[in-house]
Antibody, heavy 122, light 110 residues
Framework: EVQLLESGGGLVQPGGSLRLSCAASGFTFTYYAVSWVRQTPGKGLEWVSAISSSGGNRYYADSVRGRFTVSRDNSKNTLDLQMNSLRAEDTAIYYC???????????????WGQGTMVTVSS | QSALTQPASVSGSPGQSITLSCTGTSSDVGSYNLVSWYQQHPGKAPKLMIYEDSKRPSGVSNRFSGSKSGNTASLTISGLQAEDEADYYCCSYAGSRSYVFGTGTEVTVL
């Protein structure tokens, strides 16, 4: 079964750090770029970050650039999101999502994990 | 990057057709044929329903169709069924390898 499974969420104080992980199974992980998308409680979705299939290219939303770092280990089929200098507004469910590509263009996010909750509060 | 604008809620009776709108700008929706739509049931992860404005992934019912005109994309659900009750989000490529989602529409089946 094609699957993504996030872990690492929890409660952290403002200014703190947290590292999320996403484990992929059921498909050839090295073929796919992957994104992190978050959803604030009761609200909408926000694209956060993406990393290319090789890991050589990384992209960030303005809201997290300089604070979050995305990485991947293709030998372990895992994706990580290191989150530093966390703020209350970073409180959300964080999903990893596989990017569906046609040629080199991402046309959608076709596989999603179940999400992991991050709460930033004192 | 501002979120794409979607109506907060749309409702319809079983068997009816409804259309959800998604309004962006000439920098996102209007510039690329890369609008996708996602269905999300409570407590579940989003599910891809439409990509490249109007294409359906394998396994998605043909009751779902997408279109676009200018800066506004639309998702039409035909033959509305109880299982279609969910939140729906649009998403567009916004340039520079970034993506913007819509505010979301809650679909209620009366």
């Amino acid at each position: 079964e094609v699957q993504l499974l996030e872990s690492g969420g929890g409660l952290v104080q403002p200014g703190g750090s947290l590292r999320l992980s996403c484990a992929a199974s059921g498909f050839t992980f090295t073929y796919y770029a992957v994104s992190w998308v978050r959803q604030t409680p009761g609200k909408g979705l926000e694209w956060v970050s993406a990393i290319s299939s090789s890991g050589g290219n990384r992209y960030y939303a303005d809201s997290v650039r300089g604070r979050f770092t995305v990485s991947r280990d293709n030998s372990k089929n895992t994706l990580d999101l290191q989150m530093n200098s966390l703020r209350a507004e970073d409180t959300a469910i964080y999903y990893c999502a596989r990017e569906q590509k046609i040629d080199t263009t991402t046309v959608g996010f076709d596989i999603w994990g179940q999400g992991t909750m991050v709460t930033v509060s004192s | 990057q501002s979120a794409l604008t979607q109506p907060a809620s749309v409702s319809g009776s079983p068997g009816q057709s409804i259309t959800l709108s998604c309004t962006g700008t000439s920098s996102d929706v209007g510039s690329y044929n890369l609008v996708s739509w996602y269905q999300q049931h409570p407590g579940k992860a989003p599910k891809l329903m439409i990509y490249e404005d109007s294409k359906r992934p394998s396994g998605v019912s043909n009751r779902f169709s997408g279109s676009k005109s200018g800066n506004t994309a639309s998702l039409t659900i035909s033959g509305l069924q109880a299982e279609d009750e969910a939140d729906y989000y649009c998403c567009s490529y916004a340039g520079s390898r970034s993506y913007v989602f819509g505010t979301g529409t809650e679909v209620t089946v009366l």
